[in-house]
């Protein structure tokens, strides 16, 4: 049975943590699903367009991936796909509360899939997503915290 895993996110934007953590990943399974949640509820940043291709430049080397958006459960996603593993990133301990409990939820949503956390490289350890937003806005360099296709994206845009 091919090992498939779904990474999930906002990806808005993608960063050099997330990269990180799909680079090695792809190293473990068959494949990798980066599923791109859309949340009606949260004012995106950039369009799922946007992110995709993003996505799409920064992980060109990687064979084994996929970018697909998703508006589901991701339990319900996963399942879709026929993933048994979803991948969740962990930097602080402020974040394995939250994880945990997802991956309570999501396993009694559905119990043949696991969760798998992984933890960032540690130059990776204190990127987000929502920090880069911030910096963006306050007019700060993001070159070292993001991919070149976010920056040229970024660039043209602002």
Do not use: C, W
């Amino acid at each position: 049975m091919k090992k498939i895993a779904i990474y999930p996110g906002s990806f808005d934007p993608i960063t050099n943590g997330h990269v990180d953590l799909i680079k090695r990943a792809s190293k473990l399974f068959d494949e990798i699903i980066i599923g791109i949640s859309q949340n009606s509820k949260k004012k995106a940043f950039l369009s799922i367009n946007d992110r995709i291709d993003t996505i799409n430049t920064a992980l060109k080397d990687i064979n084994n991936i996929r970018i697909l958006s998703f508006d589901t459960l991701l339990v319900d996603f996963a399942s879709l796909k026929n993933a048994q593993v979803i991948l969740r990133g962990l930097r602080a301990i402020s974040d394995f509360e939250y994880e945990y409990q997802l991956s309570g939820i999501n396993k009694h949503l559905n119990p043949n899939i696991e969760t798998l956390f992984m933890t960032p490289t540690e130059q990776y350890a204190n990127i987000s997503s929502s920090l880069i937003k911030e910096i963006i806005a306050l007019g700060g360099d993001i070159s070292v915290f993001v991919p070149a296709s976010v920056k040229t994206l970024l660039k043209h845009r602002l």
